[in-house]
């Protein structure tokens, strides 16, 4: 294999296994641990010259993919009806999850550059504010946002069906009017949480919300749970997420 990124290239180790399985055409529930592996460990060879603390989530996996490889190695068990434990199942959880992050980081992102022209009213407030915006990736990082995630997609969803014509005209007509931003997202969902205890996802970002605003109420979410100032909780995968303040 010709290496043609540098191991600083990916955001982490799982950034870069998704880059060898896309490169490959490789499905993600069924990795050729094999090739995986040799291609892995090559990135490893030529990224030498990195600092160790930089190398060391990198190596981490790399004992993780030889740990799998050995495994697959083994024998299998002539029992039969025994349903066999596949050694790749937690590791492809992990880039499932890490997959769904990097897309709703993608899509704030794309969000915030479409919202760019938009000018803000107050903005002299806004402008005494000394606090650089947050991106995506200061946001999610080291969150685990299954939740939140499979929440955002259901919004999308509702929205895309319930919002006709009309409807966006008067958005737009609000957006023009109105503009939002997180530190004041965050300090209403804080009063909200003040006020009644919890509050559910779905009474927090309605789907007949302006986009901009349910955009920005779901990253102000993200920075709220990020900051560990809320929790989040769901009985199951059929009920709405709780969302608690944390007392401080």
């Known amino acids: 294999m010709s290496v043609t990124f540098k191991l600083e290239d990916f955001e982490g180790p799982l950034d870069l296994l998704l880059h060898l399985l896309s490169k490959n055409k490789m499905n993600i529930y ?3 641990i094999f090739l995986i592996t040799k291609q892995y460990m ?3 060879d030529e990224a030498k010259e990195l600092e160790l603390e930089s190398m060391s989530e990198f190596i981490v996996m790399a004992s993780t993919l ?3 490889k050995s495994k697959m190695l083994l024998p299998k068990p002539k029992k039969e009806n025994v349903e066999e434990e596949d050694p790749r199942e937690e590791l492809v959880r992990k880039l499932l999850e ?3 992050i990097k897309y709703i980081a993608q899509e704030l992102d794309e969000r915030q550059e479409e919202n760019l022209g938009y000018c803000f009213r107050n903005t002299e407030i806004i402008n ?3 606090v650089s915006p947050l991106t995506s ?3 999610l990082k080291d969150t685990t946002l299954d939740l939140l995630y499979e929440a955002y997609e259901t919004l999308l969803h509702l929205k895309k069906i319930n919002m006709d014509t009309k409807e966006q005209e008067i958005s737009q007509e609000i957006l023009k009017k109105d503009s939002y931003t997180i530190k004041e997202k965050s300090t209403y969902i804080l009063n909200v ?3 009644q205890g919890e509050v559910t996802f779905f009474n927090l970002c309605r789907p007949e ?4 605003e349910l955009i920005v109420t779901f990253m102000s979410l993200l920075e709220l749970v990020h900051k560990n100032r809320v929790l989040l909780k769901q009985e199951n995968y059929t009920k709405d997420i709780i969302i608690t303040g944390v007392k401080e």
Request: aromatic residues 8%.
């Open 30 to 32: 069924d990795i050729e």
């Open 209 to 212: 919300m302006p986009k901009m």
């Open 193 to 195: 949480l003040q006020r």
């Open 128 to 130: 005494m504010i000394d």
């Open 137 to 139: 990736e200061e946001i």
């Open 66 to 68: 030889l740990l799998i």
């Open 98 to 100: 890490y997959k769904k």
């Open 42 to 44: 090559q990135y490893l």
